[in-house]
């Protein structure tokens, strides 16, 4: 393959790879800064030791300076590589990358957001916390990787759920914790590989009333009762089949 792109093999492992492919976008570091225009304190993913000229987000994206000022006329002499870091180093970076945020300073590669805090590469959200990879949802805490979501709290790869929490890799989950590769459940707590039930607890199902009397039981408002509980969903989950996969909708 790398004959065939005419490329070197490389040299660093692919974790070593991912990792400095990772330092070059940074999106969940922040720094206190200045902008280098107004000298109004911002916070950036720049450092103010970095180097780099960084602009407020607002100023960046006016007009109110010209990008093409620090340009320069190529020299053959000297290293591409070298020439693009010098470019870079003097050319205004914004202090986050943020589009179309409202109160989210605290925030990095985000956009179409408001009251985001320690939000990074989501696009289209209110009222989020501590979140990454979450877009269109709103109310949610601790999340990765959940797309409409409501009212969540620590759920990863998840859609379109509602006051769920605890919870992965489920879709269209409503009023349920510990949930693992759910779909369309309600009223469900500490259950996987289940589609389409409600009053369910660790995979067995009771009766309305009967569901009520056991999640009391279960004192799931207690820091023990939840303890317990997600102890019981983790060997479950370990007792449950896996899919080999996560795949949707996908060929060869």
Not at 35 to 50: D, H, L, M, Q, Y
Not at 183 to 199: A, E, F, T, W
């Amino acid at each position: 393959f790398y004959s065939k792109i005419q490329v070197p093999p490389p040299t660093f492992c692919p974790l070593c790879r991912m990792q400095r492919r990772f330092s070059w976008r940074n999106e969940r570091t922040l720094h206190r800064n200045k902008c280098a225009k107004t000298g109004k304190p911002v916070i950036s993913g720049f450092s103010a030791e970095s180097g780099y000229v960084v602009y407020d987000r607002d100023v960046w994206w006016s007009d109110d300076w010209d990008p093409l000022a620090s340009g320069a006329e190529y020299d053959f002499s000297k290293p591409f590589f070298q020439q693009f870091h010098e470019l870079m180093r003097r050319t205004p970076q914004p202090a986050v990358f943020n589009a179309r945020a409202t109160n989210s300073d605290y925030s990095n590669h985000v956009g179409e957001m408001k009251n985001a805090y320690l939000v990074s590469a989501s696009w289209g959200g209110e009222n989020l916390s501590y979140t990454s990879r979450t877009n269109f949802s709103k109310d949610c805490q601790d999340g990765m990787g959940i797309f409409e979501c409501e009212l969540c709290y620590e759920i990863i790869s998840s859609t379109k759920c509602y006051r769920t929490r605890f919870s992965q890799n489920s879709e269209v989950c409503t009023d349920s914790m510990f949930l693992f590769d759910c779909r369309g459940c309600s009223d469900c707590i500490g259950c996987v590989n289940l589609r389409s039930k409600s009053y369910y607890i660790f995979n067995e199902a009771y009766l309305k009333e009967e569901y009520k009397k056991k999640v009391a039981e279960l004192a799931l408002h207690t820091v023990k009762g939840l303890a317990a509980a997600r102890e019981e969903f983790e060997k479950l989950k370990l007792a449950q089949p896996h899919r080999y996969a996560t795949l949707l909708n996908c060929s060869n």
